[in-house]
């Protein structure tokens, strides 16, 4: 088995799917090159639902939702009554959310500098010692981020005013394209042992236009080339002698012809309110989409277990259903029970292809046009939903290649490569991909 590397970074593509591995018509000549010299997975299975919260956690600490915590991009706040979007960490610092420690806590703790840019759940996250976290208010940035790193970044002269208009579904190629030079610059001037990089722009222009769009291969082939320039700033030589590199997405993406609409259902039902503006207000239950799954939340203790129960059955039967779920499938599915994290509801729901959830209560169909052209959050299993996997540089095997791996596969293999432990996880070191 190897000796450990001095340096990793680790760079996420989100919403690249397995699929477009084999795409001819995709166009990513740098991670081709890096391919040719190192390993590619047949595809990586995400966690449930598959959004980029749950599944970022389970890369970085190696295990589900039930353990690491972090069970959805959108939540309903039992206490407030109030929806809430995870992402962008509005609300909550890292340590309100991940339950489980990370790879970057364990190399932090060990003596190695870590940082991340742009990474999911990493608002003032005590592990690393440079971090832009991934934000889409301006306001949260300028609160949020460190001081030091946003005097840094203003002083090389990064359009820091902009990040939060940037960081809108239309515009996040230009917020890419500052990640990039952030990542660079972490690079030149900070040296870390673990960098992690998160590029959005790709699922941005799938939700909007689909996938296999043509907005889609071009956002892929755009950020291939903000990969290159990541890589452009290791030192020379950095691939052969003491640097590895892992390239991986969080989850696929299904096309959306139609979307299912809970809420609407709820309130025929009498356990919901609506008032003219469309807010939800006094609710016995309430779903929050999260794209091909979401929660419905049951908000009445007395009567919790036969509501639940008559809703099961009830939204089972809803056009575009495919999936319901209780707590006592919770744990096959691993996620957490409610009593022992509030964030999550006491049912699950996945959309059938071609379907996704949403949140509107208003009107009397329960099946609509959509929000978004393309989707994910279905169960990992879905021939589409494949994530990507790719690793090159020290330590690594050449122009091998591996099967069906998880998600959960990344921490425990970053840890070795780093040296470091990790403790109990699980996913699995991938021996195979090691020289």
Known sequence: MLAAVSRVVLISLDGFASF?????????????????????ARRMECVFPSTTWPTHASMVTGVRPDRHGVVANYILNRE???????????????????????????????????????????RRAAGLDFNLPFFKDQRVFESATHPEVWRELGALGLPIDRLGEWAQLPKRFLRDDVVADVAAHVLHRHAPDLLLVHLLCADSFQH??????????????????CVSRVLAALPTGALERDTAVLVVSDHGFLPSDREIRVNVRLRQLGLLKV???????????RFVTNHGAGYVYVLDPADRPSLVHDLKSELAGLEGVTGVWGVSDYAGLGLPLPDENPMIGELVLEAAEGYAFGDEARGDDHVGPPRYRGNHGHRPTHPDNGAFFLT????????????????????????HLLDVKLGDVEGKLLADALA
């Open 20 to 40: 477009y591995w084999t795409d001819p018509r995709v166009r990513m000549p740098t991670l081709r090159r890096l391919a040719e010299r190192g390993v590619v």
């Open 275 to 285: 008032d003219a503006e469309g807010r939800i207000g006094e609710s016995r239950a």
């Open 392 to 415: 090159a540089g020290a330590g690594i095997r050449r122009g091998a290649e591996l099967g069906a791996i998880i998600s959960r596969d990344v921490a425990p293999s970053v840890a």
């Open 208 to 225: 909007l236009h689909g996938p296999r769009s043509p907005e889609a291969y071009w956002a892929l082939e755009y950020v291939d080339h």
């Open 80 to 122: 407030s009554g109030r929806t809430e979007d995870l992402t962008g960490d509005p609300i909550y610092d890292a340590d309100r959310l991940l339950r489980a420690p990370t790879i970057y806590d364990v190399a932090h703790a060990a003596g190695l500098r870590t940082a991340a840019v742009d990474w999911p759940c990493t």
